[in-house]
Nanobody, 116 residues
Framework: QVQLVESGGGLVQAGGSLRLSCAASGTFFSINVMGWYRQGAGKQRELVAAIRSGDSTNYADSVKGRFTISRDNAKNTVYLQMNSLKPEDTAVYYC??????????WGQGTLVTVSS
């Protein structure tokens, strides 16, 4: 069974930084895309950043220049470094992995709260 476990969320003041981690376990052979999504209160879930097997990345416009996604293939782990955090970044952050071309799995989510 493939599982994702996120960690690193918490409470931080505006302007601060956090690093989220998402570790994959199980048998998945090949990872195609790993991404971070977030869902704020009363809002739809949105893509924050994604990294593909060739290490190409894409970011939501709202986080460009502040967030960086990276991965450690040896650890099957993806990271999201979040700098210059704003209150509007407050959300539950979810990790999603696409593997074997079309299969998807989500993590349980980790709460990030940015106080003003």
């Amino acid at each position: 069974q493939v599982q994702l476990v996120e960690s690193g969320g918490g409470l931080v003041q505006a302007g601060g930084s956090l690093r989220l981690s998402c570790a994959a376990s199980g048998t998945f052979f090949s990872i195609n895309v790993m991404g971070w999504y977030r869902q704020g209160a009363g809002k739809q879930r949105e893509l924050v950043a994604a990294i593909r097997s060739g290490d190409s990345t894409n970011y939501a416009d709202s986080v460009k220049g502040r967030f960086t996604i990276s991965r450690d293939n040896a650890k099957n782990t993806v990271y999201l470094q979040m700098n210059s955090l704003k209150p509007e970044d407050t959300a539950v952050y979810y990790c999603k992995m696409t593997y074997r071309g079309y299969l998807e799995v989500w993590g349980q989510g980790t709460l990030v709260t940015v106080s003003s």
